[in-house]
């Protein structure tokens, strides 16, 4: 694996979890890996009124974890997230209260190779 390689997205360790940055609409934004999430983009819904969306966001429910519970609303962006170098134009995202990053589930992990190399990069 090469470190400068267009496809090796750098990590930043954090205690017990692996986050890296991202770009939502130009915005630099760091993101956590959660294979335990069965869904998508998750974006913390402080961050709604810095984005633009295809249309109205509408709430769609509460996504529960072991320690708490969050209501969440769903909408499609009107612009683009680059994970690396996967571009996913216009996706649907849900806006989560109480999220402190932006959260990649399964819906985002099951498409990607990732491989996590602490000696490379």
Known sequence: MNKNDNDVTH???KPRVINLDVYIS???LEAHL???NPGGFDIPFD???KLTF???SYEAGVINTPVASFKKWQAT???EIKVGS????NPEVNLVEGFAY???GYQILKDLRTTIDRKTV
């Open 34 to 36: 959660d294979s335990g």
């Open 26 to 28: 130009g915005n630099k």
């Open 54 to 56: 295809k249309k109205e």
């Open 11 to 13: 990590f930043l360790q």
């Open 77 to 79: 962006l009107d612009g």
């Open 102 to 104: 932006v959260n990649l």
């Open 47 to 49: 961050l709604k009124g």
């Open 86 to 89: 996967i571009i996913y134009k």
